[in-house]
Nanobody, 124 residues
Framework: QVQLVESGGGLVQAGGSLRLSCTASGHTFSTIGMGWFRRAPGKEREFVAC????????FYSASVKGRFTISRDNAENTVYLQMNRLKPEDTAVYYC?????????????????WGQGTQVTVAS
C-alpha cells in the first residue's frame, strides 16, 4: 500500500521560511518522480514543484521559482520543499504526490497517490 505522509507545515510570518517533508512507503520511491501541489481556500489545487526520480531535474511554478527548492533523499524515501521568503499568498494546504501516469508534470491528474496535506499559513 502506497502511503505519503507530509509534515513541516505551520504558521510563519511573511518573509520567513519553512521546510516541508513528505515520506513515502509502499513503493520503490527511488524510481519515481514526486511533486508538490497546494490548494488555497476557494481555489483549485495548483502545481508548485516537481522532481524526477534521480533528483537531477526539477520544475517550479512561476509564483514560487527562486523562493522554493524541491529536493529528495532516496535513502530516506523523502522529498522536501524548502520554502523561503514566504508570502501571505503562499497560504494553502500543501500536498505531495507521486508521479504515476503519463501526462504533464504540472497536471494533478498525472499523480496517482497523494498525502493528506499539511497546512501552511503565512501571516502578513
Amino acid at each position: 500500500q502506497v502511503q505519503l505522509v507530509e509534515s513541516g507545515g505551520g504558521l510563519v510570518q511573511a518573509g520567513g521560511s519553512l521546510r516541508l517533508s513528505c515520506t513515502a512507503s509502499g513503493h520503490t520511491f527511488s524510481t519515481i518522480g514526486m511533486g508538490w501541489f497546494r490548494r488555497a481556500p476557494g481555489k483549485e489545487r495548483e502545481f508548485v514543484a516537481c522532481i524526477n526520480w534521480r533528483g537531477g531535474t526539477t520544475f517550479y511554478s512561476a509564483s514560487v521559482k527562486g523562493r522554493f527548492t524541491i529536493s529528495r533523499d532516496n535513502a530516506e524515501n523523502t522529498v522536501y520543499l524548502q520554502m523561503n521568503r514566504l508570502k501571505p499568498e503562499d497560504t494553502a494546504v500543501y500536498y505531495c504526490g507521486r508521479y504515476g501516469l503519463n501526462g504533464y508534470y504540472n497536471d494533478a491528474d498525472t499523480y496517482d497517490y497523494w498525502g493528506q496535506g499539511t497546512q501552511v499559513t503565512v501571516a502578513s
